[in-house]
């Protein structure tokens, strides 16, 4: 409540909050989460708590009137429909030279991502996290991380029978025939789970179009994860529909301030809580825009020079292609993807072959490419406008379509296939204008030290996907995850 003073504020309930409470939690001290986003604990008016991505409602995206579908077209007809205003799901964030989408509730990314988790290959990990003991990550922190998740693997057999993993099978076929090595990605989706949706014993949902708003079903989000784990220590409480717009020094703690939300966006309430210590955990954009906002206000003027810098998109391009008629990639999809074409040595990119359930056979092939694109990006704060700026520029992604290529390009003259142009917009084969990995802003051993205790500001740490310098190799929850169970433990031995 207002005037409240707590040992340890934890801001955003994502992978790096959601591991803060719990661990400080188990270490006896009493946490206080504050998420923007709602509960999304609680049925709606068709029992169902989040909405499929085939009909999207005002449950789907984050205070927008129309929605705004990271894959935009089909057979070159726009596809977004008006929504009312609502505090939904998804954030479909614009900057000047990408969209960033982001999940917004409690358990952040966790409520809308493909659950894909996934281990950087150790080869690549001095590239992930420079500063950072690989030994300590590979033996402790990525087991940890993997095992509070709840990671596995889809099973073989079942995945080399079932028709709702013809579109992966497919991408198998393409990609060894063009001599590509072809990949399992782990996941948190509960496999026994899906295979009695196929079987018809339980309630479909990742095998009837439910992912990008939500699954009411089969995925082990940080809901049922990590913050189950936190909550039933009983020193762990969340506010939902509460929004930090400020931290300030207030005699060795910090005063917070905090806006309190209706579902139409708008501030109910402004309220201010006294915390010893305060974790930023509101996501790479989140942290980042709260960071540079107070360190420009002069609330936090000791932040250092590296706050709202190295920031990458992970190298995130999306592309289709258009098989034979003897390659349909089936009508029924799962749209949990669990399979990737490794191309990452050779030509910077790791594709993951990704599900486009739309409910009809389409003959496409679909991918998200993570690309080691070398652009950063800054936020800056804009005193005129109020609101904090990203300088990406839309021409940075070509690294990343020209790496993508190394595989497709090979793949389609294998084939004698084309690229397909209908899918984010008419004659448009690539989408180069959004991430859903959005990294870095904060970054580790810059703008802050070596476990994310921000520089200038004792009893301020950073603990989410901030902390990554823009790029992990491959998708980054499990990285985010790993670091945040590496940091924290090392904060409880030695700050509190
Ligand atoms: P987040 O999970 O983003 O959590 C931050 C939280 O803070 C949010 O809930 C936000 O609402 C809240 N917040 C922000 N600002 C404030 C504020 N001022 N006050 C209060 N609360 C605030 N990654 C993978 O590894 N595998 C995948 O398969 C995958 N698929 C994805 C698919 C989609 C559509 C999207 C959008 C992302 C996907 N990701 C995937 C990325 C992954 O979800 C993110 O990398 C991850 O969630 C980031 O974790 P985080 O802890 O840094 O922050």
Redesign the pocket.
């Known amino acids: 409540g207002d005037g409240a003073q707590v040992p340890a504020l934890v ?7 959601s591991v803060a409470a719990l661990r400080l939690a188990q270490a006896g001290v009493d946490v206080h989460m ?4 709602m509960a999304w604990d609680t049925p709606g008016s068709d029992g169902k708590i989040f909405c499929s991505t085939l009909s999207p409602d005002h449950r789907s995206f984050w205070l927008r009137t129309r929605t705004k579908m ?1 894959l935009n077209y089909f057979l070159g007809f726009p596809i977004d429909r008006d929504v009312s205003r609502y505090t939904g799901v ?1 954030d479909a964030e614009e900057f000047g030279g990408i969209t960033v ?10 409520l ?7 281990t950087p290959k150790r080869e690549n990990f001095s590239y992930v996290l420079p500063s950072v003991n690989a030994d300590e990550m590979y033996n402790t922190y990525y087991p940890r991380a993997n095992a509070g998740l709840g990671v596995a693997n889809v099973d073989p057999a079942w995945f080399d029978s079932t028709p709702w993993y013809q579109f992966s099978r497919v991408g198998r076929k393409h990609a060894q025939r063009s001599g590509f090595p072809f990949v399992f990605v782990p996941d948190v989706y509960d496999w026994d789970y899906m295979e009695r949706e196929a079987a018809g014993t339980a309630t479909k949902s990742a095998l009837a179009g439910e992912i ?1 708003f939500g699954n009411n079903h089969g995925k082990k989000s940080l809901q049922q994860t990590y913050l189950a784990r936190a909550r039933a220590t009983g020193r762990v409480s969340i506010s939902p529909l ?4 400020s931290v300030a020094p207030a005699g060795g703690r910090y005063t917070v301030t905090i806006e309190q939300l209706d579902t139409g966006g708008g501030v109910t309430a402004t309220k201010t809580v006294t915390a010893d210590r305060v974790f930023f ?4 954009v ?1 942290t980042s825009k ?1 960071l540079v906002k107070l360190k420009a206000t002069g609330a936090l003027p000791n932040l250092n020079g590296e706050v709202g810098k190295g920031w990458g998109d992970n190298g995130n391009v999306m592309c289709g292609r258009a098989n034979h008629l003897w390659d349909p990639t089936g009508a029924q999809q799962s749209t949990i ?1 669990c399979a990737g074409i490794d191309n990452w040595a050779a030509g910077g990119a790791f594709a993951e072959v990704a599900p486009l359930p739309t409910g009809i056979e389409t003959f496409a092939s679909f991918y998200l490419s993570i690309t080691r694109n070398p652009n950063r990006a800054q936020f800056t704060w804009n005193g005129a406008t109020g609101r904090v700026d990203l300088n990406w520029q839309a021409s940075w992604k070509q690294p990343s379509i020209d790496m993508a290529k190394t595989i497709f390009d090979k793949i389609n003259a294998k084939e004698g296939t084309i690229y397909r142009t209908d899918l984010f917009g008419t004659y448009k084969i690539w989408g180069d204008h959004l991430t ?4 870095g802003g904060a970054v580790l051993n810059r703008a802050t030290d070596n476990y994310g205790r921000l520089h200038g500001h004792p009893g301020l740490y950073v603990i ?3 902390l990554i310098p823009g790029n992990t190799s491959v ?4 990285t ?1 995850t790993a670091l945040a169970e590496r940091n924290i433990e090392k904060i409880i031995a030695t700050d509190l």
Request: net charge neutral; aromatic share 8%; hydrophobic share 35%.
């Open positions: 801001i955003g309930t994502g992978y790096g909050g504050v998420e923007m986003g990271p998804l989408y982001q999940g917004r509730g409690v358990g952040g990314g966790s809308v991502n493909g659950g894909m988790a996934v990008l509460h929004r930090v717009v955990a509101a996501g790479s989140g709260l993807p859903y990995h959005p990294l989410d996907g901030a998708n980054p929850f499990v985010i």
